[in-house]
């Protein structure tokens, strides 16, 4: 009695690709400046290492508590900033990820960074994070920036769904994530390891092409 063959599954069919709206290579972070009138949102790149303010507060950064906690940054020194820098800017020439500067438009002074990064480059699956030092702190300015960062996303890099996760404990984090449209979806336990050493729950948002931006407040 012969052995019966089974039946072959075919392979599943794997997302398609959209183009960009230019017909260029989809799914690609362009680099781009986005002006907000007071504040300018611009890539990060080397040249931020260079002695001056800028290296000035991306030091200072590493150190603040908050920041040290729920955001660690490598950049602890001038060497250690012109790595941080040097991996923002790579990352801007492969458009794997947008790394922005939030910087006063008066003084050029620091207040903060906001980050879109591609999860799943291919099925437009993308996630936004963002920190504030002190400066930047209580003004509303991050949020203007992610919501800004949040709407180029969607409309020139064909984003489908953009995430928020953030360590349950980040309350300033949570409100944020509110106030830029990003609905709660869930608890995901001891889903990182943050600044302490601890894995924490972390609440995930998120955010769809489809949904209506959101209502400023």
């Keep these: 009695m012969s052995t019966p063959v089974p039946a072959l599954v075919p392979a599943p069919t794997p997302a398609p690709v959209h183009a960009g709206p230019d017909g260029a290579e989809p799914r690609t972070f362009r680099r781009t400046t986005l002006d907000l009138g007071d504040v300018v949102l611009r890539p990060w ?3 931020d290492a260079e002695p001056g303010p800028i290296l000035d507060s991306l030091v200072a950064a590493a150190a603040d508590p908050l920041i040290a906690l729920w955001n660690p940054l490598a950049t602890r020194d001038p060497a250690a900033a012109l790595t941080w820098l040097a991996a923002r800017e790579d990352s801007w020439d492969k458009g794997t990820a947008a790394p922005f500067a ?5 003084d050029g002074a620091l207040l903060g960074c906001v980050n879109l990064r591609w999860t799943d480059r291919a099925d437009g699956l993308a996630m936004i994070g963002y920190w504030a030092p002190p400066a930047g702190r209580g ?3 991050i949020a203007r920036a992610t919501r800004a960062v949040t709407a180029w996303g969607f409309r020139t890099a064909d ?7 953030h360590a349950v404990g980040n309350e300033a984090s949570c409100r944020l994530a509110l106030k830029c449209g990003y609905l709660p979806e869930g ?7 943050f600044g302490d050493g601890t894995y924490h729950d972390e609440h995930l948002h998120a955010r769809l092409a489809t949904d209506p931006e959101p209502e400023p407040r």
């Design 139 to 141: 003004r509303g300015v």
């Design 159 to 165: 984003a489908r769904r953009i995430e928020v996760a």
């Design 187 to 193: 608890t995901l336990r001891a889903s990182f390891r």
């Design 45 to 47: 790149e080397r040249a």
């Design 102 to 106: 939030v910087l006063d438009a008066a």
